[in-house]
């Protein structure tokens, strides 16, 4: 029931920037955190950035200072991306730890992904 949805990836080039958005839909309970990661071809998939419900924030080294996490008050998750480098190129996922009701468990939930392209 709980889904993902992002928004705002495209191409750009270095120096540049882009905003993206993620809503999750379905009413959930409760969303503990809400993140970013990203997955170039051949690597693994890494931790961008992420924001609890208590407003704790944590970034890669490699974007801090350069990216910004951010929530609304309702159910999304930004990721502001400032002086992008043809490094950031990668497919982004949203990601969240969510509770969907009062009586399930917490699960992690990922988006579709939307792909970065930064040129050089």
């Known amino acids: 029931q709980v889904q993902l949805v992002e928004s705002g990836g495209g191409l750009v080039q270095a120096g540049g920037s882009l905003r993206l958005s993620c809503a999750a839909s379905g009413r959930p309970f409760s969303i503990n955190s809400m993140g970013w990661y990203r997955q170039a071809p051949g690597k693994q998939r890494d931790l961008v950035a992420d924001?609890?419900?208590?407003?704790?924030i944590n970034y890669a080294d490699s974007v801090k200072g350069r990216f910004t996490i951010s929530r609304d008050n309702a159910n999304t998750v930004y990721l502001q991306m400032n002086s992008l480098k043809p490094d950031d190129t990668a497919v982004y996922y949203c990601s969240a730890r969510i509770r969907p009701t009062a009586l399930q468990n917490v699960n992690n939930y990922w988006g579709q992904g939307t792909q970065v392209t930064v040129s050089s």
């Open positions: 924001i609890t419900s208590g407003g704790f």
